[in-house]
T-cell receptor, first 114, second 117 residues
Framework: AQSVTQLGSHVSVSEGALVLLRCNYS??????LFWYVQYPNQGLQLLLK??????LVKGINGFEAEFKKSETSFHLTKPSAHMSDAAEYFC????????????FGAGTRLAVHP | NAGVTQTPKFRILKIGQSMTLQCAQD?????MYWYRQDPGMGLKLIYY???????DKGEVPNGYNVSRSTTEDFPLRLELAAPSQTSVYFC????????????????FGPGTRLTVT
C-alpha cells in the first residue's frame, strides 16, 4: 500500500534562510508525487507535482522538489524563505486502485520568523 | 470560474443531529472527493465519486453518506452527529484529462469547520 511520511511536523526558519521540508513515500507502482500548500483558514492548493521525466520540478512561489527514486524521497526546498511562506505543507502520492486517489502525509507547518 | 465552493463555512451541531455539507464545482470535473482533516493527521478520504450516479467509500466512511445526482454537486450527509466527527471537511474535484498528472490534480474548496458537542 502507498504511504507518505513527512519528517517534522513543525519547521521554523528565519526569513531569507533555506527551506527544506522532507517527504518520503512508499509505493508499489511508479508514483506521481505532489506538494500542496494550505494557508490559514483556506483549502489546499497545488504547489508542484512530479509525474515522469525530469526529476527536479519547479513550482509556484520559488519552490522546487527533487524526486529521488533510490531514496524514495521528494523533498521540498526554497532557497530563501519569505514571511508569506508560513503555511502548512502536505506531500501526497497517488494511491492504488485508480480513480485519482491521493494519499496525504500528516503535514509540516512552516513558521518563518524575522 | 468559482472553482469548488462549500457551504456552510462553520457549523456547530449537537450530538445526534444531522446535517448536509454542500459542495459544488463549476469546472465540469467528473471526479469529486470528500476529506476530513484532523490536526497532525493530514487528510483522510471519506467518499469519492467518479461521475454522476457513482460513488464509493474511501478510508473513513463510517457515519457519512453521499450522493451524486449531477456532475456539479456532491453533498456529504452526517446522519447522527458524534463528537468524533468534529473536524474540518474539504471537498475536492479533479479533471479527467489524459495528460500526465492532470488526472491527479485535485482542486480544493475552502472547507467547512464542524464542531459536534
Amino acid at each position: 500500500a502507498q504511504s507518505v511520511t513527512q519528517l517534522g511536523s513543525h519547521v521554523s526558519v528565519s526569513e531569507g534562510a533555506l527551506v527544506l521540508l522532507r517527504c518520503n513515500y512508499s509505493s508499489s507502482v511508479p508514483p506521481y508525487l505532489f506538494w500542496y500548500v494550505q494557508y490559514p483558514n483556506q483549502g489546499l492548493q497545488l504547489l508542484l507535482k512530479y509525474t515522469t521525466g525530469a526529476t527536479l520540478v519547479k513550482g509556484i512561489n520559488g519552490f522546487e522538489a527533487e524526486f529521488k527514486k533510490s531514496e524514495t524521497s521528494f523533498h521540498l526546498t526554497k532557497p530563501s524563505a519569505h514571511m508569506s511562506d508560513a503555511a502548512e505543507y502536505f506531500c501526497a502520492v497517488t494511491g492504488s486502485g485508480g480513480y485519482n486517489k491521493l494519499i496525504f502525509g500528516a503535514g509540516t507547518r512552516l513558521a518563518v520568523h524575522p | 470560474n468559482a472553482g469548488v465552493t462549500q457551504t456552510p463555512k462553520f457549523r456547530i451541531l449537537k450530538i445526534g443531529q444531522s446535517m448536509t455539507l454542500q459542495c459544488a464545482q463549476d469546472m465540469n470535473h467528473n471526479y469529486m472527493y470528500w476529506y476530513r482533516q484532523d490536526p497532525g493527521m493530514g487528510l483522510k478520504l471519506i467518499y469519492y465519486s467518479v461521475g454522476a450516479g457513482i460513488t464509493d467509500k474511501g478510508e473513513v466512511p463510517n457515519g457519512y453518506n453521499v450522493s451524486r445526482s449531477t456532475t456539479e454537486d456532491f453533498p456529504l450527509r452526517l446522519e447522527l452527529a458524534a463528537p468524533s466527527q468534529t473536524s474540518v471537511y474539504f471537498c475536492a474535484s479533479s479533471p479527467t484529462s489524459h495528460s500526465q498528472g492532470a488526472w491527479y490534480e485535485q482542486y480544493f474548496g475552502p472547507g467547512t469547520r464542524l464542531t459536534v458537542t
